[in-house]
């Protein structure tokens, strides 16, 4: 599985910014996609995630109400629309895939989001 983000960069607090993932490969074996994100000096955190049946959601408190997961299936593609954004959100962005058949989950290269007060 090979996925590729889109979408980062410079923005001021209380923009908008849509990332996109764009997945190839053997996405059929996907179960779950997901966006994390890694700031200077910290541990990658979960920020949402997907499921590829049925389209569950997920997010962790610090975007509920402000970040959007979701998916276009037959593009294999994944966007994460944020929304009122802060400087705490500013981070590397990664796109993850899961599945039981894949044996190990996949990640993008990352995507810079910086918000700026």
């Known amino acids: 599985v090979q996925l590729v983000e889109s979408g980062g960069g410079l923005v001021q607090v209380g923009g908008s910014l849509r990332l996109s993932c764009a997945a190839s490969?053997?996405?059929?074996?996907?179960?779950?996609m997901g966006w994390y994100r890694q700031a200077p000096g910290k541990r990658r955190e979960l920020v949402a995630t997907?499921?590829?049946?049925?389209?569950?959601?997920n997010y962790a408190d610090s975007v509920k109400g402000r970040f959007t997961i979701s998916r276009d299936s037959p593009k294999n593609t994944m966007f994460l629309q944020m929304d009122s954004l802060k400087p705490e959100d500013t981070a590397v962005y990664y796109c993850?895939?899961?599945?039981?058949?894949?044996?190990?989950?996949?990640w993008g290269q990352g995507t810079q989001v910086t918000v700026s007060s």
């Open positions: 993850n895939a899961a599945g039981i058949w894949l044996g190990r989950p996949y």
């Open positions: 490969g053997s996405t059929f074996s996907i179960d779950v």
């Open positions: 997907i499921t590829t049946n049925g389209g569950t959601t």
